[in-house]
């Protein structure tokens, strides 16, 4: 029997993707130019199912580019000319302040422990800040930031771009795309497709500032803004991107909407909490997030109390039950439980009932 994969990224596969992957093979799409008005259409019915699934407000563009980390580098060199704020918990967005530091940015971070989330309140953002960068899900420690959370920072602070990395929280999290400038994700971890595509979605106030910064300094080439822009207008990409990955998000979308965005959430939340009681009553398992608004739904981090969880990982293995090591430093200490939508209620059932008999 085939195991199932509690993975943050690669994760199990949506239940549908075998089917879409065969129909691909068989339409013979992935031979057509990516010039072509099949691709185009394509790339049209995969802005329109995403647009609808993040119910986003109808000047937003999507771009595709190679992955997330990309989007990092990318949004970063299109959108600020000298700083950048971060709000960092954990190693991802943590990332994001390293980008920043690369491209040689004045980049000023608010930083609290591996294992907890913010306080908005006590967020102080420097005025010369262009963009502020945070990580609605922090997939390396658990902490997820509650949207209310992310819409009170734009409520703060509302003329720098706030960009969401939401790679872990998609499509779970209901972001209101009014009071945010910009977020993204990769595919191979809530979309459960494999991986080698990163999802961009912008706003007109990012487009009016990667304008306004065009040939004042270098702003990312190819996969800038300026540039998947002018590309997108036609439904098309600066290079031949990965139609495979554009072809199968394009379908997972449409499921998921035919499923229902709402009835997802739901799911989730139910086998969240299916989880999180398990941990809290376990005498082999703790929650490793302390504060329950700040843990997430998405990805589940729990500690290991009384024996090494590489042991744990292995005897769920044999089962055919395949979950996430630790992040970093944490590897011996941690398990992480990806909840995404591709898990189903009675995978989770069986998960909950394997780590009850460990
Ligand atoms: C996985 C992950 C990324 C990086 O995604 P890639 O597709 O590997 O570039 C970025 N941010 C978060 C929160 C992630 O979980």
């Not at 209310?148 to 972001?175: C, F, N, T």
């Not at 495979?244 to 009835?263: F, N, P, Q, R, W």
């Not at 739901?266 to 941990?279: G, N, Q």
């Not at 703790?286 to 729990?302: D, G, I, K, Y």
């Amino acid at each position: 029997m085939a195991s199932i994969y509690f993975t943050p990224g690669p994760a199990q596969l949506y239940p549908t993707v075998e089917k879409h992957l065969q129909k691909a093979l068989d339409s013979q799409a992935l031979s057509q130019s990516h010039r072509s008005q099949g691709f185009k259409d394509l790339y049209k019915r995969a802005d329109a199912a995403l647009k609808e699934l993040f119910n986003l407000p109808a000047s937003y563009a999507i771009y595709f580019t190679g992955s997330a980390t990309e989007i990092w580098e990318r949004s970063l060199q299109s959108l600020t000319a000298n700083s950048s704020f971060h709000l960092v918990n954990g190693s991802f967005s943590g990332k994001y302040l390293e980008h920043a530091q690369w491209l040689g940015r004045k980049a000023d971070a608010h930083q609290v422990p591996f294992g907890q989330g913010f306080d908005i309140a006590q967020v102080h953002i420097p005025g010369q800040a262009e963009l502020i960068g945070i990580a609605q899900n922090e997939t390396s420690s658990g902490v997820s930031t509650p949207v209310s959370d992310i819409h009170a920072l734009k409520a703060r602070y509302p003329e720098p771009l706030l960009s969401v990395d939401m790679v872990s929280g998609a499509p779970y999290a209901q972001l209101d795309f009014n009071l945010v400038d910009m977020a993204f994700f990769s595919v191979q971890k809530g979309f459960g497709l494999p991986a080698g595509l990163g999802v961009w979605l912008v706003n007109e106030k990012c487009l009016a500032k990667a304008t306004s910064l065009q040939g004042q300094q270098y702003t990312g080439g190819h996969y800038s803004i300026a540039s998947l822009h002018e590309f997108y207008q036609q439904f098309q990409t600066p290079c031949t991107p990965n139609v495979l990955a554009i072809y199968l998000l394009t379908h997972v979308v449409e499921d998921m909407l035919a499923k229902g965005i709402d009835v997802i959430r739901k799911e989730t939340d139910a086998k969240a909490d299916m989880v999180y009681s398990f941990l809290e009553e376990s005498e082999l398992f703790q929650p490793f997030v302390q504060e329950p608004a700040h843990r997430s739904p998405t990805v589940l981090v729990a500690e290991v109390k009384s024996r090494p969880a590489s042991e744990v990982i292995s005897k769920l293995k044999e089962q055919g039950l395949v979950l996430g090591s630790g992040y970093g430093k944490f590897k011996d200490q941690h398990v992480r439980i990806a909840n995404f939508p591709a898990v189903s209620e009675t995978d989770m059932d069986r998960l909950v009932k394997a780590m009850r008999l460990l």
